[in-house]
């Protein structure tokens, strides 16, 4: 998985309650993304970065936000789980945005059921 | 309408069968094109990356793009029983990184 952990790797909580959902990597890549995956919809963007401290929002945004203090590490906010936030999670690295490699690597990705 | 469309299968062949995978898009920006394969409970890898139009051959895989009718393709020969997964297609745009279009991905069952 291209040096990228996610955690947790399961998650089950509750409606209403904050969640947050962790990236890491170890490549020392510039872009980190935050998808999601559903049945019928396939990947979806949430949000991604571009840099520390530099992020923007993707198709799905609403109801999530995201931080990146350090270039290892990239988290996803669940501010008020909804049952409709119930997916799983992909976290993806690039090592370039441009015009010479464009490629997304991904991480194990993280199951949330919100209940 | 979507902007890659890919039909989700299911496809189920047996061992040594061509696999023959599709997807189709609207946007004529794109220039990247990527598939990814999928085990189930399993994050996506990368399995072929094209650029622009033409074939690019990695053992048994072959990724085909025809931009003119907007069609990309992944071809595998001699399918074996761990080639079952979902394979994704993806496509972006030059100097958009974040703007990667995914397919909803094809399951694929190779039977022994």
């Known amino acids: 998985d291209a040096g990228i952990t996610q955690s947790p790797r399961h998650k089950v909580t509750e409606t209403g309650t904050p969640v947050t959902l962790r990236c890491h990597q170890t490549?020392?890549?510039?872009?980190m993304y935050w998808y999601r995956q559903d049945p019928g919809h396939g990947l979806r963007l949430i949000h991604y970065?571009?840099?520390?401290?530099?992020?923007d929002k993707g198709e799905v945004s609403d109801g999530y936000s995201v931080s990146r203090s350090k270039t290892e590490d990239f988290l996803l906010t669940l501010e008020s789980a909804t049952s409709s936030q119930t997916s799983v999670y992909f976290c993806?690295?690039?090592?370039?945005?441009?015009?010479?490699?464009?490629?997304?690597?991904f991480g194990p990705g993280t199951r949330l059921t919100v209940l | 309408q979507k902007e890659v469309e890919q039909d989700p299968g299911p496809l189920s062949v047996p061992e040594g069968a061509i696999v023959s995978l599709n997807c189709t898009y609207s946007n004529s920006a794109f220039q990247y094109f990527m598939w990814y394969r999928q085990y189930s409970r399993k994050g996506p890898e990368l399995l072929m990356y094209?650029?622009?139009?033409g074939n690019k051959e990695d053992g048994r895989f072959t990724a085909q793009v025809d931009k003119s009718s907007k069609y990309i393709s992944l071809f595998i020969r001699d399918s074996q029983p761990s080639d079952s997964a979902t394979y994704l297609c993806a496509m972006s745009v030059p100097n958009t990184g974040n703007q990667f279009y995914f397919g909803t991905g094809t399951s694929l069952t190779v039977i022994p």
């Open positions: 094209t650029y622009s139009s």
């Open positions: 993806a690295i690039s090592e370039v945005a441009g015009e010479s490699t464009d490629t997304q690597y």
């Open positions: 490549e020392n890549h510039r872009y």
């Open positions: 970065s571009y840099g520390v401290k530099d992020t």
